[in-house]
């Protein structure tokens, strides 16, 4: 399907292009309820006030579950709406992609996951825009859902993704330092994934190689210092990874970050940075009985080559201490124990719902449960 996207500064002031053209009359607005959107959420209320009416929904949580989707379903049902409008974090947009979809798709949302039915038309128009550059929801065709502890993907590459996308760089201004922090290592993990993704192709490597380049050079920067300039870079290079993973999905370290996160309320970003840095130097050691990219183990090879080129080093164990290091740098942490994950009780909770052969087989070098605890027990 077509996306029309709006990239830039002030580029929030398209939604008003939006709502005129299409004569969209009763929108369906949802937002995150923190504070520090407050400014956001005017600004955008602001052009939505003078051209229509709207409901506005902020009741999500951190992790898209069913029950959320079912909540925001609901009071959508229950409003005549001819547009939803999807402003926040990666679960926020999740939540708008969800709603859009299964506004005209009908059937139990589980079913649906669990791949029992088929999205088989097209939802309400939506109109995606991140306030984080991190998550890249709004370049996939990709909404995660949650049954209970479980990551589910909801996908579909002709109905889900949205109509309209503005990437409005002004919008992450009023992100925390640890919220740049957390999203920008999301970013940098799907494009380091997707980059190494047996799925990859030459336009998934290109928009992984540009987001690398932008976040190495500005990750630093826009959490200690933030400026005009790193800000507009990591928006782009978020949605630069985010189109990466559209093509090829993630790999081990996402699929080991769901439950950090479900079990043990770590924030996402931080969950998907433990394994990083240990996961580039396993995927450097494949041979010919382990690799799993049909193209063979000297184009793996020569692809990881490539990324720690990227990375800015010259050796494989070099481009994790590098990681580790802008991991410190900007204030999140290397190991487990440091997030309160000790026992040996926990790492099997990590092991048993981590270890998704789904996400785990897209990775260039079989990953087995032996070498995931050892992993584990390497960032413990």
Not at 10 to 16: E, M, Q, T
């Amino acid at each position: 399907m077509n996306m029309n996207e709006f990239i830039g500064n002030g580029s929030i002031k398209n939604l008003h292009k939006i709502l005129s053209e299409n004569n969209y009359k009763n929108i369906f607005f949802i937002t995150g309820k923190s504070p520090l959107e407050q400014e956001n959420i005017d600004k955008t209320l602001k052009i939505i006030k003078n051209m229509s009416q709207f409901f506005h929904y902020n009741d999500i949580a951190p992790s898209p579950s069913v029950e959320g989707v079912e909540k925001a379903l609901n009071l959508f049902n229950k409003g005549n709406f001819d547009l939803v409008v999807a402003m926040g974090g990666g679960s926020v947009l999740d939540i708008g992609k969800s709603v859009s979809v299964f506004s005209a798709n009908e059937g139990k949302i589980e079913d649906f996951l669990l791949k029992n039915r088929r999205i088989k038309k097209k939802g309400t128009p939506l109109v995606l825009i991140p306030t984080t550059a991190g998550t890249g929801s709004e370049a996939t065709h990709f909404a995660v859902i949650f049954i209970k502890k479980t990551k589910y993907s909801l996908a579909n590459d002709k109905y889900i993704p949205g109509d309209y996308v503005i990437i409005d760089p002004e919008l992450t201004y009023s992100l925390p330092k640890r919220v740049t922090a957390y999203t920008g290592m999301d970013a940098l993990s799907q494009a380091i994934e997707s980059y190494w993704n047996i799925n990859s192709t030459k336009d998934s490597k290109e928009y992984a190689r540009k987001a690398i380049k932008l976040i190495m050079n500005n990750l630093l920067k826009v959490v200690h210092n933030p400026d005009k300039e790193s800000r507009y870079n990591m928006a782009i290079a978020a949605n630069y990874a985010g189109k990466a993973i559209n093509i090829t999905k993630t790999t081990a370290c996402h699929a080991i970050s769901y439950p950090i996160t479900s079990f043990f309320n770590i924030p996402h970003g931080q969950a998907v940075a433990l394994t990083l840095p240990s996961m580039v130097v396993f995927n450097s050691e494949v041979d010919n009985d382990d690799v799993l990219d049909l193209r063979g183990c000297d184009y793996v090879k020569e692809i990881m080559k490539d990324l720690i080129t990227l990375i800015g080093t010259s050796t494989f164990n070099e481009a994790k201490e590098k990681i580790n290091e802008i991991i410190k740098n900007i204030g999140l942490e290397s190991t487990l124990s440091n997030l309160g994950i000790k026992s040996q009780e926990e790492i099997e909770i990590l092991i048993k719902n981590g270890f998704n052969p789904d996400r785990v087989k897209n990775n260039p070098r079989l990953l087995t449960e032996t070498h995931l605890r050892k992993i584990l027990e390497g960032i413990r």
